[in-house]
């Protein structure tokens, strides 16, 4: 059997102007990054094919360390719609280096559903990740560079300032450093530290943004900390937000590849889900759906965490509502959460998976509260038996809601046809706008109250006397209209990874709560959330290399 990567290098690639051509784009209008992979300018959106275009969100059961296949079910679908006949885009998030070389792998598919050239876009891709970097670190050093200078100095008080530096990659050892060491010369010593860079707020930032102008006034509102006498200081203050827009000019624009059946596929922006909004930016969701008639797109880790802070979040900032939902499960997951082990997942356990379905009926519920279609792929692998995928098949026909086996992995496009089939049919007839899970007017505490009974299942959130405090000085900034990004756990529906299934009862722990003014949100981090990963006992990177011919192996 081949591994994703051999498969990958079969495949002979189209040259990128060709899929351009699909998209009825002319070869002069993307700025080329190589042969296979192109930047799209911002005039090709158009509000007008919007509104007429279809939007299919791919999510999933709390999902394994492994992931449960929302980009491989994402990629593989578009393909099934295109063979069926319906001109669709895929509109994926860029892959981090830090789970790369870590523990999940790359974010570009796999098997037959991939995107590509799938180590380019793994491995640096066009530059958007150290673009963000750049930008994120330029305020750090502008920030210590004021503490330094007396002539100019706004005053900052260093024991406020919560904005660090990042890094795209896992590196446990940076998460709390020192900087300023070594006499006068070197800076102000203080505590900071180090985040990944799909953390950080600039990578919010751009998701979120309509237009470089946006992005440039979403960067001045950056909250950087307080003066001595408690005046609040924003990168604007610090007259940042030109020079950091300026190193993102190229990053903002999306970035068009292809999938292995020469579909076009934009990729843009990267944030993970369990601690930012987990979704690709609102500019390249809006270029698929210029371009296209249906655009396929998926939003990190489970639905009570991306699709979550898709809908809440992304949509209503960006005026858009999907026409449907696909919630993608594995045999594997549900076993996981039926009780079974994860070393002894590939054996068969029928009552694990039925028992384990209570996670998968949540997150069914869920949708529905958002008053969108649900359907859920089955995302088969070779060793789920018939009588574990009839357990499937059978609750969620006694939930009223379909379920489609996905052989995306296996056959690619040919795979999701029934699944493609039936997606197509309900969006075509599925108008009626989302339901939010709460006013942005409503108080802080309303809102995170909200996302846990609703969404998680929570009987109640207790907040820590930081978390109290965080509340005031929100409120006392004017920012408590912001929208809820949750940092939480991906491997439960509760802040404890250890509560599988479907926990209730619980009490949701939000221990600080932090604002991301640039963004435009607020963030309660609940349970032992952190940003910045560490690597595996036994990293992916031990087996990437490169031969003496340029060819990348062992990457998946």
């Not at 086996?405 to 309900?426: N, P, R, Y």
Request: contains cysteine.
């Amino acid at each position: 059997m081949k591994s994703d990567i051999q498969i990958a290098q079969s495949i002979q690639l189209k040259h990128i102007s060709q899929i351009a051509e699909k998209l009825q784009i002319q070869a002069s209008e993307i700025d080329l990054y190589g042969k296979y992979k192109a930047k799209l300018p911002l005039n090709l959106i158009d509000n007008d094919k919007i509104s007429r275009c279809k939007l299919i969100l791919v999510s999933a059961i709390s999902p394994t360390p492994a992931g449960e296949g929302k980009t491989t079910t994402s990629i593989g679908l578009s393909e099934g719609l295109n063979r069926i006949g319906k001109k669709t885009t895929v509109v994926l998030r860029e892959p981090s280096l830090g789970p790369v070389f870590g523990i999940k792998g790359g974010a570009a598919g796999g098997g037959w559903s991939q995107v590509l050239p799938m180590e380019e876009i793994n491995l640096h891709f066009n530059g958007d990740f150290s673009a963000v970097e750049k930008a994120h670190n330029l305020l750090a050093a502008l920030i210590d560079n004021n503490l330094q200078n007396k002539k100019y100095s706004l005053g900052l008080d260093p024991r406020t300032i919560a904005w660090k530096r990042v890094m795209d990659m896992n590196d446990r050892a940076l998460r709390h450093i020192i900087v300023g060491l070594g006499g006068t010369a070197n800076g102000v010593p203080r505590e900071t530290g180090f985040d990944i860079t799909a953390a950080s707020e600039i990578m919010a930032i751009l998701c979120l943004s309509s237009s470089l102008e946006d992005l440039k006034n979403r960067m001045g509102n950056i909250f950087v900390g307080f003066t001595m006498d408690k005046k609040p200081i924003y990168a604007r203050d610090l007259k940042a937000q030109g020079a950091m827009a300026t190193l993102l000019k190229d990053a903002i624009r999306p970035n068009l590849v292809q999938t292995i059946e020469g579909n076009p596929a934009i990729i843009h922006g990267g944030p993970f889900a369990n601690i930012a909004q987990g979704t690709n930016t609102i500019l390249a969701t809006k270029m698929g759906m210029s371009l296209s008639d249906y655009v396929v797109t998926e939003a990190g880790f489970g639905f009570d965490l991306g699709a979550e802070k898709f809908l809440n979040i992304k949509c209503r900032t960006a005026g858009l509502s999907p026409n449907a939902v696909v919630i993608v499960a594995t045999v594997r997951a549900l076993k996981y959460h039926g009780g079974q082990s994860l070393k002894a997942l590939g054996e068969p356990n029928p009552k694990a998976v039925s028992k384990g379905c209570a996670n998968l009926e949540k997150h069914l519920e869920n949708a529905k509260q958002f008053g969108i279609p649900a359907v859920v792929a089955i995302n088969r692998f070779s060793n789920d038996t018939e009588e574990e995928l009839a357990v499937i098949r059978e609750k969620c026909q006694k939930l009223g809601v379909e379920a489609i086996d996905s052989e995306v992995w296996a056959k690619g496009g040919e795979g999701a046809i029934d699944l493609a089939q039936t997606v197509s049919k309900i969006a075509d007839e599925w108008q009626t706008p989302f339901i939010p899970t709460y006013d942005w007017n409503a108080s802080v505490e309303e809102k995170i109250s909200a996302i846990a009974t609703k969404i998680y299942g929570a009987a109640n959130v207790e907040y820590s006397s930081d978390a109290k405090s965080d509340m005031k000085r929100i409120q006392n900034l004017g920012l408590d209209k912001l929208p809820i990004c949750v940092a939480k756990t991906q491997k439960s529906l509760s802040d404890n990874p250890d509560l599988i299934g479907r926990p209730k009862d619980f009490t949701l722990h939000v221990r600080e709560i932090e604002v991301a003014a640039g963004a435009g949100f607020i963030v309660p981090i609940t349970g032992d959330m952190m940003r910045m990963p560490g690597l595996p006992d036994l990293p992916a990177a031990e087996n990437i290399d490169i031969n003496s011919s340029g060819v990348i192996e062992g990457l998946f």
